[in-house]
Each structure stands twice: as structure tokens, then as C-alpha cells.
């Protein structure tokens, strides 16, 4: 059985709300594998489980969020941002006012990503305060600015965020670099900014989870996701990079090129999701569930 979720925190609840024992593996992102190993969600892996875990790229082998890999392997990583029809607006897009504070052109036409994470965090780098603030006046006004962009933003939406950019009914919208890259093949006129304040990094990874039913099945599946000849297929399909030593010769040329890919001089620095201790989750939870409203 495989079930898919909009978003990180959707899948935690599920996962929390009796899916234990149901799946063998979970797909979380970077900070919601340091979230589930510290909720006792997470099956740790012994030494010698995974014969390819050495293939596993140094630079991804003992993230902060998982250190030594106890408990997933890499599965694809990429930035998020957001993309912008160049047919709609033609001036500077390399700014998080496109989205906070948009040019008229844009007004009414921003789908945003339906994923607190990636919002709260391109939010932060947009007011230039730090992630998990525990700031009250900060907090305050994260949540002003938040009500006041909302007002721009026609939907919440994550898995058809590429889909809404190619049919016209958005004209700018926070999405992964591989979406964008897709909807410029499939015709979409858009361009993936890369802000001077920053952009959101992030690492997919697979997890094993607690009461898996089929555990050694688990573990060869993930095996089979490190050789290299098998992720390199998935990377040249989902057009998003893989953490695994040997891929690169594997890939199609377009790939090495691709503007998604490649940050221009002058672009801020990519940043992680950080995990925020429960009292400010709390607060940002209220913030989000307002925003939704």
C-alpha cells in the first residue's frame, strides 16, 4: 500500500494518528526526520544492514539531522523558491516581495506552497528574523505580514504547484526546483527565482519506520536505492538531484545545465527547515492555522 500527503506535517499526523504498524517506510524531509526520531517513530539500523550504504555521498552521510545515518538514506534533494511567468511580469524577480509584497502585475495570482514548514521558512528569510523565533514581537509581526500577503495569493497548494503555473491559473507560485524545470518543459514561460535573502534547501529521504510489517523487504528496498544505476533513472525523471556517489555520469546533459539548478552570482544563501522546540511550534501552528482560515 502506498499513500501519498501534501505535506510533512500531514503525513507526521497520520503516521501519529494509528498508520504505525500499516507502512514499512515513510519519504519525510530533512527536519521532519530529526522530528520523527525524536517522537520514537523511527527504526534504527544496525552496521552491515544496508550493504550500500557506503555509496551514500560524503557531503549527505552524517547530516545534523539524522547523524550516521541511523535511521534513512538519501532520496532526492533540491531548493524551493518560486516561479514567475515571465509572460505576466517581466521586471526583477530575484526578491521575496514577490511573493510577500507583489508587484500589481502578480496581485491575486500566487499560489503558495500548502506546507508550514517551507512558508514559515521562506517567511523568516523574507523579514530577516531567525527561524523558531521565540521573539513575541517577531512572532507578531510574522503573523502581520503573513495575513497581509495572504490577500495576494489565489491557493494553497503543493502537488499541483507546477500544474497551476502551466495552466495559467497562477502566475507565480512557490515550488520545488524540479516542478519548475517540468513546467518549463511542458511549456509553462516561467522562471525559478533565486531571492537575495535566501531560499529553502532540502533533502527527501527514506525512512524506516517503527513496526515496519516488512522490515527486510524495507531494508533491500532502501539498498536498492543506492546503487547508483537505480537513482540515477529517478533523477533524470524527477529532475531533482540524488545523494548517492556515482550518479552524476548517469544523468542526461540537460541536467547539468538546467537554470533551476544553477544559482545566479548575487543569489542569498539556501537554508534548511529548522525543527522548533514544541512551545514555538505551538505558536507557529496558530499562526499557520489562522493563515488557512
Sequence with gaps: ?????????????????????????????????????????LD??????????????????????????????????????????????????????????????????????????????????????????????QLKALNAMLLGAKANWVSFNSDTAKEVLVSGDAAAGMIY???????????????YAFPTQGYIAWMDNVVLLNDAPNRENALKFMDFLLVPENVAQLTNWTRYAAGVEGVAPLLDEALRTLPEANPHEGAGQAVFIDACDEEVQAVYDTIWTNLKK
Design 1 to 41: 500500500m502506498i499513500d501519498t500527503y501534501d505535506s510533512n506535517e500531514a503525513m507526521l499526523a497520520s503516521l501519529k494518528a494509528g498508520g504505525m504498524g500499516t507502512y514499512d517506510v515513510a519519504v519525510p524531509g530533512d527536519y521532519m526526520v530529526k522530528i520523527m526520531a525524536g517522537a520514537g517513530l
Design 177 to 191: 526546483d524540479g516542478f519548475s524545470a517540468k513546467a518549463r518543459e511542458e511549456g509553462a514561460n516561467v522562471e
Design 44 to 137: 534504527t539500523m544496525a552496521e552491515g544492514e544496508l550493504a550500500n550504504k557506503g555509496n551514500i555521498a560524503a557531503e549527505w552521510a552524517d547530516p545534523n539531522f539524522d547523524p550516521g545515518r541511523q535511521h534513512s538514506i538519501p532520496y532526492q534533494w533540491g531548493s524551493t523558491s518560486f516561479a514567475v511567468n515571465r509572460d505576466v511580469y517581466t521586471g526583477d524577480i530575484n526578491n521575496t516581495d514577490i511573493l510577500f509584497n507583489p508587484p500589481a502585475e502578480l496581485q491575486g495570482k500566487i499560489n503558495v506552497l500548502d506546507s508550514q514548514g517551507e512558508v514559515m521558512a521562506l517567511a523568516a528569510l523574507h523579514m530577516d528574523i531567525p527561524q523558531c523565533s521565540t521573539d513575541r514581537d
